[in-house]
C-alpha cells in the first residue's frame, strides 16, 4: 500500500520510513501541511500517517480541512501528545486512528492493515480468492496449504489487484502503487512483476486487458 507520511522529524521519519517499507509498504514523505496538501490530492494513497505538530500548522487542522471537502482517506494521527483531551480532538477531526510516540512499527503496521481494511469494507485481514489464501500481513499467501512467498513489489502488485478483485487496475496507477516519486520505472517493470507472479500462482490468476491495465481472474465455480 502506498502511504503518505507527514513528519517533521528527520531521523524519525527515516526511520518510519525504512520500518514501513520492510513491511510490505510504500512510503511517501513529507515534513509540512503546505507539502501535505500538496501532495494528498495529487498521490494514490491507501492511507496516511500524519503528525499533529508540524513547523507551519496542525495536522489535526488539516485533517478536518480534508473532511470537509469529503476525503475519505484513512488516517493514523501521529504525535508526541498522548493526552486524553489531544487524543479526543484527534479523533473528532477525523483520524481514523491515534498512536503516541515513542511507538511500535509493528504495531502502527497492523494499525495501518485495520483501517485501510475497514475503509475498503473488509471484516478479516485475509484475502481467499481462486484457491489464493493471501495474508498481507505476512507478506505471503498459501494455496492448497503450500506457502507462497512474494517480493515487496509483487506482494504490492497482488495487493492492488486484490483490493478490487474482477475490477481492472490501470498499468500507470500500479506503477503509483509500486514506485516513489523519486524512483525510475521501466517501462516493462509491471510486466515482469506480473509475470512471476503468474509463475508463482498460476498462468490464468492475472489478467490482462490489453491497453488498460490487469486484474485477477473471476473466480472459478
Same mark, same amino acid.
Request: aromatic share 6%; with cysteine; hydrophobic share 45%.
Given at each position: 500500500?502506498?502511504?503518505?507520511? /507527514?513528519?517533521?522529524?528527520?531521523?524519525?521519519?527515516?526511520?518510519?520510513?525504512? @520500518?514501513?517499507?520492510?513491511?510490505?509498504?510504500?512510503? $511517501? #514523505?513529507?515534513?509540512?501541511?503546505?507539502?501535505?496538501?500538496?501532495?494528498?490530492?495529487?498521490?494514490?494513497? %491507501?492511507?496516511?500517517?500524519?503528525?499533529?505538530?508540524?513547523?507551519?500548522? %496542525?495536522?489535526?487542522?488539516?485533517?478536518?480541512?480534508?473532511?470537509? $471537502? @469529503? !476525503?475519505?482517506?484513512?488516517?493514523?494521527?501521529?504525535?508526541? #501528545?498522548?493526552?486524553?483531551?489531544?487524543?479526543?480532538? @484527534?479523533?473528532?477531526?477525523?483520524?481514523?486512528?491515534?498512536?503516541?510516540? +515513542?511507538? !511500535?512499527?509493528?504495531?502502527?503496521?497492523?494499525?495501518?492493515?485495520?483501517?485501510?481494511?475497514?475503509?475498503?469494507?473488509?471484516? %478479516?485481514?485475509?484475502?481467499?480468492?481462486?484457491?489464493?489464501?493471501? !495474508?498481507?500481513?505476512?507478506?505471503?499467501?498459501?494455496?492448497?496449504?503450500?506457502? *507462497?512467498?512474494?517480493?515487496?513489489?509483487?506482494?504490492?502488485? #497482488?495487493?492492488?489487484?486484490?483490493?478490487? +478483485?474482477?475490477?481492472?487496475? +490501470?498499468?500507470?496507477?500500479?506503477?503509483?502503487?509500486?514506485?516513489?516519486?523519486?524512483?525510475?520505472?521501466?517501462?516493462?517493470?509491471?510486466?515482469?512483476? /506480473?509475470?512471476?507472479?503468474?509463475?508463482?500462482?498460476?498462468?490464468?490468476?492475472?489478467?490482462? *486487458?490489453?491497453?488498460?491495465?490487469?486484474?485477477? %481472474?473471476? $473466480?472459478?465455480?
Amino acid at each position: 500500500m502506498r502511504i503518505l507520511v /507527514v513528519e517533521d522529524d528527520t531521523s524519525l521519519a527515516d526511520g518510519l520510513c525504512i @520500518g514501513l517499507r520492510l513491511q510490505g509498504f510504500m512510503p $511517501e #514523505l513529507v515534513g509540512t501541511c503546505a507539502d501535505a496538501t500538496a501532495a494528498w490530492g495529487q498521490g494514490d494513497f %491507501s492511507a496516511a500517517v500524519l503528525d499533529i505538530m508540524l513547523p507551519d500548522g %496542525s495536522g489535526a487542522e488539516l485533517l478536518a480541512a480534508r473532511r470537509a $471537502e @469529503g !476525503d475519505r482517506l484513512p488516517v493514523l494521527l501521529l504525535t508526541a #501528545l498522548d493526552e486524553v483531551g489531544h487524543r479526543i480532538s @484527534g479523533l473528532d477531526a477525523g483520524a481514523d486512528d491515534y498512536l503516541a510516540k +515513542p511507538f !511500535d512499527l509493528g504495531e502502527l503496521a497492523a494499525r495501518l492493515r485495520a483501517i485501510t481494511r475497514r475503509a475498503q469494507g473488509q471484516a %478479516s485481514g485475509t484475502i481467499h480468492w481462486n484457491g489464493l489464501e493471501f !495474508d498481507p500481513a505476512r507478506m505471503a499467501g498459501s494455496i492448497a496449504g503450500e506457502v *507462497v512467498r512474494f517480493s515487496r513489489r509483487e506482494f504490492g502488485l #497482488l495487493q492492488a489487484l486484490l483490493e478490487r +478483485p474482477g475490477a481492472i487496475v +490501470p498499468k500507470d496507477r500500479l506503477e503509483e502503487r509500486l514506485y516513489g516519486w523519486q524512483d525510475g520505472v521501466e517501462s516493462n517493470t509491471v510486466e515482469v512483476h /506480473v509475470h512471476k507472479l503468474r509463475a508463482k500462482l498460476g498462468s490464468e490468476f492475472i489478467e490482462t *486487458v490489453r491497453g488498460v491495465g490487469y486484474r485477477v %481472474s473471476e $473466480e472459478s465455480a
